[in-house]
C-alpha cells in the first residue's frame, strides 16, 4: 500500500493568457511553504472531465476560470461529480456560473437552464450578462454571518478581484434556494457572489477570483480551505491509493 499526498484537479482549458491559471503554480508552492498543505495537482482539460472516471482518486476539484469551456458538458461533469461524491469542490468565476448552471439542471430540474455566453438564444437564461461587467473590478463582498464563507473568511465583509462579465439571471434565485442553494455573499447592491452547500463537505464558488489576491506568494483563505479540505478527505478515504496516482486516465500532468 502507498500513502499518497492529497490530489487535486484543476479543471479547465489551461492558458498562459489566463491570469489565474498562471497564478495557480504559485499558489501551490505557498501552500506547501508558508501553510505546510501540500498538495498533487493535475490539470484536467474541460473535454477530458467528461469521459467517464476522470476524477476518480481525486480529494478535491476546482473548476478554474477560463469560460466559455471548450467543452460545457466537461465542466458540468466536474461539478456534478464532486457535489454528488462528496469531492471538496471550489469554483472560481466561470466555475461559479457552471455551478450554478449544473445545479439548476440536474437539482432543480430546469433541463434547459442555459449559459448567455455559450447559447444567448437559450429559453432558461440561468446566467447572463452583468448589467455592469467586473473584468478587471475589485469590489467589496458582504459575507453572510454564519456560512462556511464566513469561517473561512473570518469576517463579514471583504474586498475581493474579478475578471467576469456573467452572472446569476435573479429570476432563477427563489428556485436554486428552493432546492438547497445557499447564497452567502454579495455586492453592496445585494447581487450575488458566493454560494455553497450546507450538507456537503466542501462545496463553494465565488463570482471573483481569489487566486488573484495580493501578489500570489500567499493563498488566499479559500484556496487555503479547499487544500485543508482536500486533506482532510484523503485522510478520510485512509490516504491510501495505487503508486501511479490518480485512477482517472486524463490527467494531464502535475501543476507546473
Known sequence: MTYLTPRIALVADRSPAVRSHARVPGLLDALATRDQLVLD?????????????ALDGFDAVWLLPGGPYRSEAGALAAVRTARER???FL?????FQHAVLEYARNVC???GAAHGE?????????IVPLTCSLVGHEGAVRITPGTLAERILGTTRTLER???????NDAYLDRLREHGLRFSGTD????????????????????????????GTRAHPIVRALAAAAV?????????????GPTGATAAGAAA
Open 188 to 215: 453592496d447592491d445585494g447581487d450575488l457572489r458566493i454560494l455553497e452547500l450546507p450538507d456537503h463537505p466542501f462545496f463553494l464558488a465565488s463570482l471573483f477570483q481569489p487566486e488573484l489576491a495580493g501578489d
Open 41 to 53: 495537482a493535475y490539470w484536467i482539460p474541460s473535454e477530458d472531465a467528461a469521459v467517464p472516471g
Open 109 to 111: 430540474g430546469i433541463g
Open 91 to 95: 469554483g472560481t468565476c466561470a466555475g
Open 118 to 126: 455559450s447559447h444567448p438564444d437559450g429559453e432558461d437564461l440561468v
Open 162 to 168: 474579478y475578471h467576469c462579465a456573467y452572472g446569476l
Open 232 to 244: 482532510e478527505h484523503a485522510a478520510a478515504d485512509g490516504g491510501l491509493a495505487a503508486a501511479d
Open 86 to 88: 462528496g469531492i471538496p
